[in-house]
Nanobody, 126 residues
Framework: QVQLVESGGGLVQAGGSLRLSCTAS????????MAWFRQAPGKEREFVST????????YYADSVKGRFTISRDNAKNTVYLQMNSLKPEDTAVYYC???????????????????WGQGTQVTVSS
């Protein structure tokens, strides 16, 4: 079993930055593809970004491309989401997710991910 714990959310003004972190338990983190999803009030959970097991392949939703950067440190069992130029429409609960995979093909749908964190709130004020 893998447990994921997110941190780094908060309140920020439009144009500002935040860095989210997701730390995993266990010794098999490096065999997991990791992703970030988000869910705004009244909306479905949506894909934000994903990174392959080794960090060599990344993929982003069009809505965040050029503003967000996903990265990982397998020695620390942690995946990050650097969020710059934040907009009010980025306001949501952000979830970290993982799936055991050595593929570099990006997966953007929630049923494919076996493990989820509890979420961290990001609020961007205008």
């Amino acid at each position: 079993q893998v447990q994921l714990v997110e941190s780094g959310g908060g309140l920020v003004q439009a144009g500002g930055s935040l860095r989210l972190s997701c730390t995993a338990s266990g010794r098999t983190f490096s065999s997991y593809a990791m992703a970030w999803f988000r869910q705004a009030p009244g909306k479905e959970r949506e894909f934000v970004s994903t990174i392959s097991w080794g960090g060599g392949s990344t993929y982003y939703a069009d809505s965040v491309k050029g503003r967000f950067t996903i990265s990982r440190d397998n020695a620390k069992n942690t995946v990050y989401l650097q969020m710059n130029s934040l907009k009010p429409e980025d306001t949501a609960v952000y979830y970290c997710a993982g799936r055991r995979s050595y593929s570099t093909v990006p997966v953007t749908t929630t049923p494919e991910y076996n493990y989820w964190g509890q979420g961290t709130q990001v609020t961007v004020s205008s």
